[in-house]
């Protein structure tokens, strides 16, 4: 009799498991069918409910070489190794390489848009492999990645930081851990978005600042700051400039897209 209640009792949570299990299978079926997953650029269904439907996967342009050896700009035919594009030369920034994974077309927006707006979290994966992807040069060496910070008011309101879910995306992928904290945003700034660059300088000049007691996480490390978008690169040339203060010894940025004009010249 004992052992037949105690073979009773150690079959009954693989049971219970396997319940739990199939009526999981069951749930995410029915749900599949009520609302089916749909493309996050066009909203078109999607066959089997990852990534991007085929005509938005068409249209996605990633950025490949040639491009700038500085700012990542692509260039439209290949100029040699190491040639820098004419901003780079003209106003180089405080951060030594920037990275992005694909341009800013309608398609980049549309992700962009549904993951910082509509709590699109589970883009994160996806955009964090394809950044990963794009900067492996620079996580390759590299000790730390920092997000982008978020004003505690604005944190708050969105509920998450976008470059903080990208970061840690990516480090998950490339190993390299996140310094979450590691640069504070001090000052609430209005959004960046129809500024001119000068006004966008103007806008986050003083922004960010790297608190005394972070100093020690900082000094010596070789970081790679993490956003979304890279439009003029003033929020992330005044956030590397925090950093290096700090003592950082290095300063990479990588985004998951960046603003290219139409028509790019080399030099």
């Given at each position: ?11 009954t ?40 439907c ?53 398609v ?31 996580t ?40 979450h ?16 660059k ?22 010596g ?22 950093l290096?203060r ?18 790019r010249?080399?030099?």
């Amino acid at each position: 009799m004992n052992d037949m209640v105690s073979t009773s009792e150690v079959e009954t949570p693989p049971r219970r498991a396997r319940f739990r299990s199939g009526l999981r299978g069951a749930l995410r079926l029915a749900l599949d069918v009520a609302l089916p997953p749909l493309c996050p650029s066009c909203r078109e269904p999607l066959g089997d409910g990852v990534g991007l439907c085929a005509g938005c996967w068409s249209k996605l342009s990633f950025i490949e070489k040639p491009y700038c050896a500085r700012l990542g700009i692509p260039f439209t035919y290949d100029p040699g190794p190491g040639l820098l594009s004419m901003e780079a030369i003209a106003s180089p920034p405080a951060y030594d390489r920037a990275r992005a994974a694909v341009r800013y077309d309608e398609v980049a927006r549309a992700l962009v848009i549904g993951f910082k707006f509509s709590d699109r979290l589970d883009l994160a994966p996806m955009m964090g492999r394809w950044m990963a992807r794009a900067g492996r040069e620079l996580t390759a060496g590299a000790d730390a990645l920092v997000p982008v910070p978020l004003h505690w008011r604005r944190l708050w309101a969105r509920r998450f930081n976008q470059a903080a879910a990208l970061a840690g995306a990516i480090s998950d992928i490339s190993g390299v851990p996140v310094l979450h904290g590691g640069i504070r945003r001090v000052r609430a700034t209005p959004q960046q978005v129809g500024l001119s660059k000068p006004a966008r300088a103007d806008n986050v000049q003083g922004a960010f600042r790297v608190l005394p007691e972070q100093k020690a996480r900082i000094a010596g490390k070789r970081l790679v700051l993490i956003d979304d978008v890279l439009t003029s690169g003033t929020t992330v040339d005044t956030c590397a400039r925090a950093l290096l203060r700090a003592g950082a010894a290095h300063v990479d940025v990588l985004v998951f897209a960046r603003v290219v004009a139409p028509l790019r010249s080399t030099i």
